[in-house]
């Protein structure tokens, strides 16, 4: 059974920094894209920061270039996405996201809050 559990949410000021984490367990994740998606209230979930488990290529939304670094741990099975120079608008729930390059099957977390105060 395929386990993501996410972390490290919180207030920050704008112009502050977050680190998330993502655990995930319950096989192996070399097949997998892991990413970072968020959902603010009233609107979709949106694409942040996807990374390749092997390999480790990136991919980013625009929004967040330049801003936010995802990176993996492999040993550890977690992923990462460091936020640094948050904004307002970047507040919403974030969610850890498991997505098989074979089978197309997503995985999701639970969620964690992230609110930026201006």
């Known amino acids: 059974q395929v386990q993501l559990v996410e972390s490290g949410g919180g207030l920050v000021q704008a112009g502050g920094s977050l680190r998330l984490s993502c655990v995930a367990s319950g096989r192996t994740f070399s097949r997998y894209a892991m990413g970072w998606f968020r959902q603010a209230p009233g609107k979709e979930r949106e694409f942040v920061a996807t990374i390749r488990w092997s390999g480790g290529s990136t991919y980013y939304a625009d929004s967040v270039k330049g801003r936010f670094t995802i990176s993996r741990d492999i040993p550890k099975n977690t992923v990462y996405l460091q936020m640094n120079s948050l904004k307002p608008e970047d507040t919403a729930v974030y969610y850890c996201?498991?997505?098989?390059?074979?089978?197309?099957?997503?995985?999701w977390g639970q969620g964690t809050q992230v609110t930026v105060s201006s």
């Open positions: 996201n498991a997505h098989g390059s074979d089978s197309g099957i997503d995985y």
